[in-house]
C-alpha cells in the first residue's frame, strides 16, 4: 500500500507561482511512474505531467508546457510540481498518483492522493 500525501496548495495572483509536493509513505517509489492531475470544478481529472522512475523522462500537458516543471527525489521519496506564471484556468484542486507502468491516464493510476487546491486569482 502507498500513501501519497500533497502540500504547498494556496492562492496565488495571475503571473505567480506556487511549488507543490507529494510525499510518500508506505513504499519506495523508485520504480514507479509519477503523476500529477488536476480536477477543475464542473470538470474532468485531467493530466498535467509525469515523470519516470529514473527521472529521465518527463511528459507535459499542452495547457502547462513552459510553465511547469515536474521533479522527483527518490531518496525522499517525492515529487514536486513547480509551478510559474500561473494563471486563472489554472484553478483546480491537483492530486498526485503513482503507478508502476508509465501512462498519463488518470484511470489507470493505483495509487492517488489527497488533492490541494490550487487557487489562481485574476
Known amino acids: 500500500q502507498v500513501l501519497l500525501t500533497e502540500s504547498g496548495g494556496g492562492l496565488v495572483q495571475h503571473g505567480g507561482s506556487l511549488r507543490l509536493s507529494c510525499a510518500a509513505s508506505?513504499?519506495?517509489?523508485?520504480?514507479?511512474?509519477l503523476a500529477w492531475f488536476r480536477r477543475a470544478p464542473g470538470k474532468e481529472r485531467e493530466f498535467v505531467s509525469a515523470?519516470?522512475?529514473?527521472?529521465?523522462?518527463?511528459d507535459y500537458a499542452d495547457s502547462v508546457k513552459g510553465r511547469f516543471t515536474i521533479s522527483r527525489d527518490n531518496a525522499k521519496n517525492t515529487v514536486n510540481l513547480q509551478m510559474n506564471s500561473l494563471k486563472p484556468e489554472d484553478t483546480a484542486v491537483y492530486y498526485c498518483?503513482?503507478?508502476?507502468?508509465?501512462?498519463?491516464?488518470?484511470?489507470?493510476?493505483?495509487?492517488w492522493g489527497q488533492g490541494t487546491q490550487v487557487t489562481v486569482s485574476s
Open positions: 498518483a503513482a503507478r508502476t507502468y508509465y501512462s498519463i491516464r488518470p484511470s489507470e493510476y493505483d495509487y
Open positions: 508506505g513504499r519506495r517509489l523508485s520504480s514507479y511512474t
Open positions: 515523470i519516470t522512475w529514473s527521472g529521465e523522462t518527463t
